[in-house]
């Protein structure tokens, strides 16, 4: 995380795991996914499964002040940017409701700014 001009601080975000399979960090962007005022980090992710892609969304409240060791994620209840899949599962198709950037932030403008 940048702390001041070229300076950087090195922070824990988060494991991704999928059944030992490479999970890829696809996105990482700021929204303000709560109640407060302060954007907070938001981290899509990917991993290819039979069938289809896995989406991981995950979203991080007080990112910036103070600095913290480890970001604190916020649960996927709280924000309403849940993980799926997309692709065929069990003979059905599946369908992920949160693939892009724009469908959070969609999402998000819904939830918090009406």
Do not use: C
């Amino acid at each position: 995380m940048p702390t001041a001009g070229d300076y950087y601080k090195r922070i824990l975000i988060d494991s991704f795991s999928n059944d030992g399979k490479l999970v890829k960090i696809s996105k990482v962007f700021f929204a303000n996914a709560d109640s407060d005022q302060t954007k907070e980090m938001v981290i899509m992710a990917t991993a290819s499964e039979p069938g289809g892609t896995m989406y991981y969304n995950r979203v991080y409240d007080n990112v910036f002040k103070p600095m913290p060791g480890q970001l604190r994620r916020i649960p996927e209840a709280k924000t309403k940017i849940e993980s799926g899949f997309e692709g065929m599962k069990n003979g059905k198709q599946s369908h992920s409701k949160f693939r892009s950037e724009e469908d959070i932030l969609e999402t998000l403008k819904k939830e918090w700014h009406n």
